[in-house]
């Protein structure tokens, strides 16, 4: 008896040997199925920023040399392409190198403004950025468009605040503050046809460039 229950004490430790090898090698196996997808996650990441790095330098090569050859004042592509940036990149905080990058070489190469303003207009440009961000969350045209139209009459209303606050061309009083909005508005209309139309471009280029191959297939 005693030599059949040490038998038996002896199976029941070879049994729960075995479970524990067997769970060890299954964790083992689980570790390494894993292990083997981060490599292609890595790869997926590497070609998306890869992606967005390379829409951001197309957007700035683009707005500056909007903004160096001839062109209507006041019209030029930099707030359409920051927000088109915010919405479309995969990195959204990449969008914010658009309009920054954008305005620091276009004046290195233009007669360059009062730092001060130049400033205000870089963070004003921002802004678009920002909105692009947000408006990600919902679909259709309309909540691009008065993404845009707001980021228009923000950089409207801060531009020529900086002019008059900084370039001294006006007095420094309520009454010069309303001058120089006055004088500015004829290039408001042009800012928002403008703006809108940059943005109506990108995105309809980005739209044609997703869906142009599906919709030739069904030509």
């Not at 004046?107 to 990600?136: M, T």
Request: with cysteine; aromatic share 8%; hydrophobic share 60%.
């Amino acid at each position: 008896m005693r030599a059949l229950k040490t038998a038996i004490v002896d199976l029941n430790r070879k049994k729960e040997g075995i479970r524990a090898v067997g769970i060890a090698v299954a964790d083992v196996l689980l570790s390494a199925s894993k292990n083997r997808g981060f490599p292609m996650q890595s790869n997926k990441t590497h070609s998306a920023l890869a992606i967005d790095l390379a829409l951001v330098v197309f957007l700035i090569v683009l707005d500056v040399v909007a903004r160096i050859v001839p062109h209507v004042p006041g019209v030029w592509p930099v707030a359409a392409s920051a927000l088109f940036a915010g919405r479309m990149l995969k990195v959204p905080v990449l969008a914010f190198l658009v309009p920054l990058a954008a305005t620091v070489l276009s004046n290195l190469i233009l007669p360059g403004d009062d730092g001060r303003v130049l400033l205000v207009v870089a963070a004003a440009l921002c802004v678009p950025a920002a909105l692009g961000i947000v408006v990600r969350r919902w679909r259709g045209p309309v909540p691009t468009i008065a993404a845009m139209l707001a980021s228009s009459l923000v950089f409207f209303v801060a531009t020529n605040f900086a002019v008059w606050a900084f370039e001294g061309l006006y007095p420094a009083t309520l009454h010069g503050l309303a001058e120089c909005y006055i004088a500015a508005l004829p290039f408001l209309d042009r800012t928002l046809l403008g703006d809108l139309l940059w943005c109506a471009a990108l995105f309809g280029g980005a739209w044609l460039v997703q869906r142009g191959p599906a919709l030739a297939r069904r030509a």
